[in-house]
């Protein structure tokens, strides 16, 4: 720009307070220049020789001047589902390449009509000038309702006609801005039910979606903070306490306290919910089990006929599929438990420059991968269990994606891999490697973990911290499974100074599955097998094994030759199902997040205690002197329960203080699945004095976060 001084002053503060609402200013650069004459506004054709990278923009929720225009009677986008406009609407999910022009996305196929072609060329049109997502009724995509064998139901307002469907009990897959949607009633038991039965999802609590914020606060407890991230741009699930009288079936969230709300954020969902009784539904991830979000339309008609009764199909592509991003509070601050929709793709600016391209492939359950140039992380979105192999695809091609986004160069990167032998994404990253003849590195898995946390704190590496990370499964400098550690030193050559004492796994991954496994392992650990056998006869639990075979089994294989494991999650486990809460593990984390709910209301007993002991070169939290605590007395199983957690994480808190004399940062730094329970959290604050505890907040602390770390860890190298 050129002019009066003053005219430039103006410039740069109306950038900064009149910006749209969600656009975010990462710097200014001003770089003094030869006026050249200009005397009106103009926007250049892209360059394809940029100087500078682009960061590709996330979805956006739908703004609040689309909504009022599409009820509306008298605008032209009146009941127009696809609404959006500069300031709102999706941007990942619909674009090809960089940079985020039209013809680089799916509305490309929905040339613009004359109406909404003026409005792009008005300047004066600050919603809908150079807006690349922009469409009308006349112009823009087409929605039309299905029924499971993919006969057109005809109807003039199909969300209308399927939210009359949904009332009667039936079960629609909704096509949106990422992916489908799986929409039901929330409110009756045999509706939910059903789709647990469909779904074969027995126990994993499903997402609800309202209408708006009034509707969200009937359901649930909203608090400034929640409702700050309920209507932001992103528009994430919160987990939030759900109230008494909330009319939600307990089918929804069985053996939780909270529930997963979002509030509706396009105008095909807002349409959708505006036309049901209860203006708010059950909204879950549109896909089988264990496999990604079904994107397409002809595949959502072969994968998800046996689940739904009808479909809400549109014909604008989703480039990028995309699920739901997930939150919760820890300690009374936001912390993911999914990073998806809204925040991916952007990027993490680091406190170090990359000499080389990263490619990180994450870990293995709950994952996302990572590229890293310059100063710059981007996360994949979500992408799940990689074990599954369309969900190791899924992370290819989301690599793939950002690779060619970003123009990085395969045969001069870095690949980064987790040392587990055995995980899919090291076989998959050790093929990159292998196809581009890159060189490869190895990240223990709890040491990437802490890696994160400094990553988005900013943290020098040079520096000397502690750090604790905790979580259900990772692969061991000496062979065993970690799980519960306490680190100290440098990011480079971090030493583990500390861990939960190592039990039996009897049966391995069976003992991750079915809990009461983990439970013999830690009792033989103290007790005799008989006084085994007595205290699963005198607890009920006998019956609550498949068989007694399963019992004889487990005890032989936890005195004679199990894995071990020094997981706090396994411990947890343990502890749900001896309390009787938890006897299989259907998702992900089930017995140890059923567990802290139940706990919420008990109280933290003196009786119940841990003890810490020194070996041979680190200091041991000693597991089975807590549950010898636990069964020499007749405590109530809900001050247990909250007892339990609250001295796991003070034993650690305890270990983690005695380094913190010698460290440059007085924080323990906290990541991994287990950082997102409030007990252990403050236990660990408590147990080391109350020294701030500093968790992760840009990516999950669990295993979503393991390719932020292990990029930051690589970067990390070259520091000196």
């Given amino acids: 720009m050129e002019g009066e001084a003053k005219n430039i002053e103006s410039f740069i503060k109306d950038l900064n307070e009149l910006r749209p609402p969600p656009a975010e200013i990462e710097e200014i650069r001003i770089i003094d220049a030869k006026p050249i004459g200009m005397r009106r506004f103009k926007i250049l054709p892209s360059d394809k020789d940029t100087k500078l990278y682009s960061q590709i923009p996330p979805d956006f929720a739908i703004c609040d001047f689309c909504l009022k225009e599409i009820e509306d009677s008298k605008s032209r986008f009146y009941r127009y589902p696809f609404h959006s406009c500069a300031w709102c609407g999706p941007r990942f999910t619909i674009i090809e390449r960089i940079p985020y022009d039209r013809e680089n996305t799916s509305m490309k196929d929905f040339p613009l009509c004359s109406m909404c072609l003026g409005e792009y060329e008005d300047p004066n049109n600050i919603r809908r000038f150079h807006a690349q997502g922009i469409s009308c009724p006349i112009c823009g995509p087409k929605l039309w309702l299905v029924d499971k064998s993919g006969g057109v139901i005809d109807d003039e307002d199909p969300l209308t006609l399927a939210a009359k469907i949904i009332d009667e009990g039936k079960i629609v897959a909704i096509k949106g801005i990422g992916g489908f949607h799986i929409a039901a009633l929330a409110t009756d038991d045999d509706v939910v039910l059903e789709?647990?039965?469909?779904?074969?999802?027995?126990?994993?609590?499903?997402?609800l979606m309202a209408l708006n914020i009034e509707v969200a606060s009937r359901i649930v407890e909203i608090d400034s903070k929640a409702q700050k991230l309920l209507l932001s741009p992103h528009r994430p699930?919160?987990?939030l306490p759900e109230r008494d009288n909330s009319g939600v079936s307990k089918h929804v969230a069985p053996g939780l306290d909270k529930q997963g709300v979002m509030i509706a954020y396009s105008g095909i969902h807002y349409l959708l919910l505006k036309a049901t009784r209860d203006k708010f539904l059950i909204m879950t991830s549109g896909n089988l089990k264990g496999k990604p979000i079904v994107r397409t339309n002809k595949e959502a008609l072969r994968r998800l006929g046996e689940i739904v009764d009808y479909f809400v199909l549109h014909n604008r592509r989703i480039v990028n599929r995309v699920d739901d991003s997930v939150i919760r509070f820890t300690h009374g601050k936001p912390v993911f438990l999914r990073r998806s929709r809204g925040y991916v793709p952007r990027w993490l600016r680091v406190s170090l420059k990359t000499l080389k391209p990263i490619v990180a492939f994450g870990a293995e359950l709950q994952n996302a991968g990572a590229i890293a140039f310059d100063d710059k992380i981007i996360l994949t979105q979500y992408v799940g269990d990689v074990d599954e192999l369309e969900n190791l695809i899924f992370l290819e091609d989301a690599l793939n994606f950002l690779v060619k986004s970003y123009n990085i160069d395969l045969s001069n990167s870095i690949f980064i891999a987790d040392r587990h032998p055995q995980y899919k994404s090291r076989?998959?990253?050790?093929?990159?490697?292998?196809?581009?003849?890159?060189?490869?590195l190895y990240f223990q898995h709890h040491r990437a973990h802490i890696a994160s946390v400094l990553a988005e704190k900013g943290v020098d590496p040079a520096k000397k911290i502690v750090g604790v990370a905790i979580d259900g499964?990772?692969?061991?400098?000496?062979?065993?499974?970690?799980?519960?550690?306490?680190?100290?030193g440098r990011l480079k050559n971090l030493r583990r100074v500390g861990h939960i004492s190592y039990n039996p796994m009897p049966g391995g991954d069976l003992a991750t599955r079915y809990p009461l496994r983990m439970l013999i392992g830690i009792l033989s650990t103290f007790l005799s097998d008989i006084e085994i056998h007595e205290f699963f006869q005198r607890n009920g639990l006998m019956r609550k094994l498949r068989s007694h075979r399963e019992f004889e089994i487990s005890l032989k294989l936890a005195k004679h030759g199990s894995t071990k494991t020094s997981s706090l999650g396994r411990v947890l486990d343990a502890i749900s199902s001896m309390l009787g809460i938890c006897f299989e593990r259907t998702y992900e984390g089930e017995p140890a997040i059923k567990l802290e709910a139940f706990s919420r209301e008990g109280e933290i007993l003196d009786d119940i205690d841990i003890k810490i002991r020194r070996g041979s070169n680190m200091w041991i939290a000693d597991v089975s002197s807590l549950f010898e605590s636990i069964i020499s007395n007749n405590f109530k199983p809900i001050d247990v329960a909250k007892t339990a957690q609250y001295k796991l994480g003070w034993s650690l808190g305890v270990i983690a203080s005695k380094y913190l004399s010698n460290a440059d940062i007085q924080a323990i730094f906290v990541s991994g699945g287990a950082a997102v329970n409030d007990f252990i959290i403050r236990g660990i604050m408590d147990g080391a004095n109350g020294v701030d505890i500093i968790i992760n907040s840009w990516a999950p602390p669990g295993d979503g976060g393991i390719a932020l770390g292990q990029a930051y860890l690589a970067m990390a190298r070259w520091q000196e």
Avoid: H, T
């Fill in 195 to 207: 789709l647990r039965r469909r779904k074969r999802r027995p126990q994993k609590p499903f997402a």
């Fill in 237 to 239: 699930i919160v987990l």
């Fill in 427 to 440: 076989i998959l990253a050790e093929e990159w490697a292998r196809r581009n003849s890159g060189e490869i």
């Fill in 473 to 488: 499964v990772g692969y061991g400098d000496d062979g065993n499974i970690w799980g519960g550690e306490v680190f100290y």
